[in-house]
């Protein structure tokens, strides 16, 4: 998971190598991600010597799994990776939608906060199954729990922009932390309660988060899975259009 705190990056002229300290925290072991800029070439000995240096100055520098995203594109890049050892462990499908002003729903059961937190959420960690973390068995599905339980409540706490809360009655039963960076706004996680979902709640939540957008934000964005079908359905139908996708290749070192 990218978080934005004390980040610390190696650089080349093909990549560069981002440290994740929540990831390190929890994981226990030194943990980042990299990106192969766009002065790659697509194709040709320079793709094999760029990653191949790229894995070498991440072990020396001390660590043991790297996340690298390749754009699904790039046919050599994704094939030269899981030739060395790569695992390709999930495909992320990145959405994108301009606002439009919605027309004002009935939004009693939700909330927009910069705050909010309630154990119950922690149901949903377990509902993200299909996250390249569970994917993983090198990672193994009780730390792939951890992290999302983490995220969720460091994210419900304080680190999204805000959250907005859907209230069953007066039970939060679903959220989603939206980050605001520079006039775009990401959703970061949407989470209904399993029990809840297929109800049309996250669908609720959507046209909430919309009608309370602000001003200022002239693009929304967000990633999933390719397996994961409800989310898809959601994005697909709350106007979303996918931007690019991206192959999630994982490396131990
Ligand atoms: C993804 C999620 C937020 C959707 O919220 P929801 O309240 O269940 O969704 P809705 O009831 O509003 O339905 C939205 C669409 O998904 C479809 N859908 C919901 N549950 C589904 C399921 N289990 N299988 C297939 N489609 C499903 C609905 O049919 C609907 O599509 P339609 O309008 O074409 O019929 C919710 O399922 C969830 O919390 N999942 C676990 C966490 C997660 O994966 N979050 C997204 C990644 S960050």
């Not at 992290?147 to 680190?159: A, D, V």
């Not at 805000?162 to 520079?182: D, H, K, L, R, T």
Request: hydrophobic fraction near 35%; charge should be positive.
């Amino acid at each position: 998971m990218k978080e934005t705190s004390s980040e610390r990056i190696i650089t080349d002229d093909y990549f560069a190598i981002e440290f994740l300290p929540w990831d390190s925290d929890i994981l226990g072991y030194k943990s980042g991600i990299v990106s192969f800029l766009p002065s790659l070439p697509q194709k040709g000995s320079t793709v094999i010597l760029a990653l191949k240096k790229c894995l070498t100055q991440a072990k020396c520098d001390g660590y043991r799994f790297i996340t690298a995203k390749v754009d699904a594109d790039q046919f050599e890049l994704t094939n030269t990776c899981i030739h060395n050892n790569g695992i390709l462990v999930d495909t992320e499908v990145c959405f994108s939608k301009k606002p439009v002003k919605q027309i004002a729903d009935d939004d009693k059961p939700c909330k927009k906060t910069k705050q909010y937190w309630d154990e119950r959420f922690y149901g949903v960690a377990e509902s993200l199954h299909r996250s390249r973390f569970y994917r993983d068995p090198e990672i193994g599905s009780e730390n792939a729990v951890r992290l999302w339980k983490e995220s969720i409540r460091n994210h419900c706490l304080g680190r999204a922009s805000y959250s907005v809360i859907y209230f069953n009655s007066s039970a939060p039963v679903g959220f989603i932390n939206v980050i605001e960076q520079n006039n775009v706004s990401n959703i970061f996680i949407i989470g209904v309660l399993p029990g809840f979902q297929g109800l049309g709640i996250g669908s609720r939540m959507m046209r909430f988060y919309e009608m309370k957008l602000s001003e200022s934000i002239h693009e929304m964005t967000v990633d999933t899975q390719l397996t994961n079908i409800s989310a898809l359905k959601l994005y697909v139908n709350s106007g979303y259009r996918i931007k690019r996708s991206q192959h999630i290749i994982h490396f131990w070192l």
